[in-house]
């Protein structure tokens, strides 16, 4: 399983994340991709809090596609 946290639900996110989660299951169509959104560009400690939801549910990897808000 694997996630992937967005700053705002706008369409170059979703294109980004929709992206993501098209390569994964390309590569195995077994995957498993949970999407989230930090409601933040620039506010890291929501997108830990997102980061880690997924991590709670078993997320191995984590893709940021939320600019600043993202690990540094």
């Known amino acids: 399983m694997i996630g992937a946290v967005g700053g705002f639900k706008i369409p170059p996110v979703d294109?980004?994340?929709?992206?993501?989660?098209?390569?994964?299951?390309?590569?195995?169509?077994k995957a498993k991709v949970l999407l989230g959104y930090a409601q933040s560009f620039s506010d890291q400690s929501k997108c830990k809090e997102m980061s880690l939801?997924?991590?709670?549910?078993?997320s191995?990897?984590?893709?940021?596609?939320?600019?600043?808000?993202?690990?540094?």
Do not use: T, W
Request: with cysteine.
């Open 15 to 29: 294109r980004y994340m929709a992206g993501y989660k098209a390569g994964a299951e390309a590569a195995n169509p």
């Open 53 to 58: 939801l997924h991590i709670d549910q078993c």
């Open 60 to 72: 191995q990897v984590e893709f940021s596609v939320a600019g600043g808000c993202g690990p540094a």
